[in-house]
């Protein structure tokens, strides 16, 4: 029985403070994962020593338990939803010219895409998202599967340009959780956010909203899960004939976002003054 399970088992036996205590924790399963005592306290308007208690009601001895069987319960659920899925489903070709005719059609797609995409571009947006990313004092790139290719990419240059710069693995909750809690309104919060969506992705985004940071969101769509917490957003076409996603364009928004970083620290980037950069969020 998992901790959903459990909860809903001993609902009907609860108080009605335990009883709003546990609608707070069904409604929002994958915030507990990356939630302090203090900020789930916040959040019920219970003390911790009644959050204690409901921990004790529903069969784990402390908070920490209980964070684990929603981190388990969560991890299960990325299995579930958030499986790898590479491949457009579609009817298999067998014949050659068949094949070759597949292949010119996304050729013509990925250029019609191309040309879309640069047509239409707002440069003053990668502009804006350029100078988000000049006065954060650190930068945290969150990636999840095929997203880490243009994380590290952008971690790369990052590194190049002197920023301090660090990659959030979000497929482990226990290292995300650690450096979500060290976030400072003075970061920058980068989200990669591709098709099929990393389950807790809306999760971590509001958690990382609620220390202030900036949030800027790199991803296909306004429907995007983080783009209700980002104040910069950058969109890119990604869907193909054959994958969910192309990394075409995401790159080439990626180096335009790069580019303009060079351009306006100029020749002198490496004697940016960092003194006042804080520490890495692990030495804290």
Same mark, same amino acid.
């Given at each position: ?121 707002? #440069? ?76 807790? #992705? ?46 075409? #364009? ?35």
């Amino acid at each position: 029985m998992d901790v959903i399970q459990r909860i809903h088992s001993l609902y009907p036996e609860m108080t009605k403070k335990q009883k709003s205590i546990a609608d707070y924790l069904l409604e929002f399963p994958e915030d507990i994962s990356y939630i302090t005592l203090a900020q789930l306290s916040r959040a019920t308007s219970s003390s911790e020593l009644t959050l204690l208690r409901f921990c004790q009601k529903v069969g784990y001895p402390n908070f920490l338990e209980l964070k684990n069987a929603f981190r388990e319960y969560t991890q299960n659920m990325v299995k579930l939803l958030s499986s790898p899925q590479y491949f457009v489903p579609d009817t298999t070709i067998t014949d050659a010219d068949g094949k070759s005719e597949l292949l010119r059609q996304i050729c013509r797609e990925e250029a019609d895409a191309s040309r879309e995409f640069f047509s239409s571009l707002d #440069l003053l947006s990668i502009i804006s998202a350029a100078e988000a990313v000049r006065k954060a004092k650190r930068i945290f790139i969150c990636a999840h599967d095929i997203s880490h290719i243009l994380a590290e990419f952008l971690l790369a240059r990052l590194k190049l340009l002197y920023f301090d710069a660090y990659l959030i693995e979000l497929g482990d909750l226990s290292d995300t959780e650690d450096k979500l809690d060290k976030l400072t309104p003075d970061d920058l919060v980068i989200f990669i956010a591709f098709p099929k969506y990393y389950y807790p #992705l809306s999760s971590i985004a509001k958690n990382a909203f609620s220390h202030g940071s900036v949030i800027l969101t790199i991803t296909d769509s306004i429907s995007s899960p983080t783009v209700q917490y980002s104040k910069h957003i950058l969109l890119c076409h990604t869907a193909t004939r054959v994958f969910y996603n192309s990394l075409n #364009l995401p790159m080439a928004l990626a180096n335009l976002l790069l580019s303009y970083l060079v351009i306006d620290l100029g020749p002198d980037y490496r004697s940016r003054d960092l003194s006042n950069a804080p520490s890495s969020p692990s030495a804290k």
